[in-house]
Each structure stands twice: as structure tokens, then as C-alpha cells.
Antibody, heavy 118, light 107 residues
Framework: QVQLQESGPGLVKPSQTLSLTCNVS??????????WSWLRQPAGKGLEWIGR???????NYNPSLKSRVTMSVDTSKNQFSLELNSVTAEDTAVYFC??????????WGQGTLVTVSS | EIVLTQSPDFQSVTPKEKVTITCRAS??????LHWYQQKPDQSPKLLIK???QSISGVPSRFSGSGSGTDFTLTIDSLEAEDAAAYYCHQSSSLPYTFGQGTKLEIK
């Protein structure tokens, strides 16, 4: 059973960088069989896909966030990370990591709330 | 970017009622449309893949249909545990996008 768990600071100051990590257990992140994504959901609102990677040099980002997003992977720890710079209050949301094939997401983390506030 | 529009945004329904949620895409996406259920304070759960294919472990009262631009999620004989938000998601082209969600309240 694959499990994903997000971790990182729950509070980030405006203009700083949001950094989150997703730890994966029950399956290898480097198997090359799946895409690993980040998504977010502001309180009371819908879901927004942030980006994904397939291998360390095969990433796709949402154009709306591309200029501020970096995703990376640490295969030795079986985890992947998200960095979002120059954050504002509009980046306040629950952030999810998820596994999928090209088409749909089959496993999700429980989500972590990140609040952008001074 | 492909825009998905769900209707209704909110519905209050009684147990055993049949519920239909629609999702319309701004351009044809064939059957690259998937449905998720999200209960309060939980992560989304995959309900239906490729518009109409069932998912192991999901109750048979959930079904999907459609192709191209118009899709439907149907819940036959609603149960109290189905109170949740439901989202459609397209994977025809990047960026992935989601509908705005439909919240089901059980009377």
C-alpha cells in the first residue's frame, strides 16, 4: 500500500519561499512507472495542479505558477519536494502530494496547511 | 487551458435519492475525465476513471458516462456517507484542471 506524507512549515512570511517535502512509502519513487505531483486547495475552494515530475529531468509545471515553482527529488530518501518562491496571501492553501499515471491520481497524501502571513 | 464547469455547485438531497452531477469541458477531451470524492478534512479519492470506468473498492452506486465535452457522475440510491464534494478532472492536456466542485448535503 503506497502512502504519501507531506511535511514542512505551516507558516511562511510574504515574499519568502514555501518549501514542502513529500515522503513516499510502500513503493519506490524512482521506479519510473509513475508521475509524482503537487496540488493545492485554498480553503473552501477547488483543486489546482501545481506540477509533476516523472524522472528528475522530466518535469511539468502549471504555467500559472511556473515562474515561481521548482520541484526536486531525492531518490535516496524516497521523497520529493516543492519550492514556491515570492509567496503572497493567495498562496495560502492545503498542499497535497499525489501519485498518478499520466491520466489520474490514485494515491494522495493527507495534505498540509500552509498559511502565508507576517 | 481546458476549463471544466460543474453543475450544480451545491445540492441538498435525501437518502436513497438518485443524484446526477454534470461536468462540461471547454473543448473535447475524449474520455480523459476522472471523478474524485472529497470528504471534509480529507484528501480526494478517485471514484471513476476515463469517464466511465469503475475503481476497485468504490461502491457500485457510483457510475460515470460521457465523452467529448459532456460528462455525468451518477449516484444511485444516495447514502448518508456520500456527503462530500465531488470534482471532475481532465488529463487530456497540461495543465491538468479540475471543475469547481459540487457539494452534496444530505438532508
Amino acid at each position: 500500500q503506497v502512502q504519501l506524507q507531506e511535511s514542512g512549515p505551516g507558516l511562511v512570511k510574504p515574499s519568502q519561499t514555501l518549501s514542502l517535502t513529500c515522503n513516499v512509502s510502500g513503493g519506490s519513487i524512482s521506479s519510473g512507472s509513475y508521475y509524482w505531483s503537487w496540488l493545492r486547495q485554498p480553503a473552501g475552494k477547488g483543486l489546482e495542479w501545481i506540477g509533476r515530475f516523472y524522472t528528475s529531468d522530466n518535469t511539468n509545471y502549471n504555467p500559472s505558477l511556473k515562474s515561481r515553482v521548482t520541484m526536486s527529488v531525492d531518490t535516496s530518501k524516497n521523497q520529493f519536494s516543492l519550492e514556491l518562491n515570492s509567496v503572497t496571501a493567495e498562496d495560502t492553501a492545503v498542499y497535497f502530494c499525489a501519485r498518478g499515471n499520466w491520466f489520474y491520481f490514485d494515491y494522495w497524501g493527507q495534505g498540509t496547511l500552509v498559511t502565508v502571513s507576517s | 487551458e481546458i476549463v471544466l464547469t460543474q453543475s450544480p455547485d451545491f445540492q441538498s438531497v435525501t437518502p436513497k435519492e438518485k443524484v446526477t452531477i454534470t461536468c462540461r469541458a471547454s473543448q473535447s477531451i475524449d474520455t480523459s475525465l476522472h471523478w474524485y470524492q472529497q470528504k471534509p478534512d480529507q484528501s480526494p479519492k478517485l471514484l471513476i476513471k476515463y469517464a466511465s470506468q469503475s475503481i476497485s473498492g468504490v461502491p457500485s452506486r457510483f457510475s460515470g458516462s460521457g465523452s467529448g465535452t459532456d460528462f455525468t457522475l451518477t449516484i444511485d440510491s444516495l447514502e448518508a456517507e456520500d456527503a462530500a464534494a465531488y470534482y471532475c478532472h481532465q488529463s487530456s492536456s497540461l495543465p491538468y484542471t479540475f471543475g469547481q466542485g459540487t457539494k452534496l448535503e444530505i438532508k
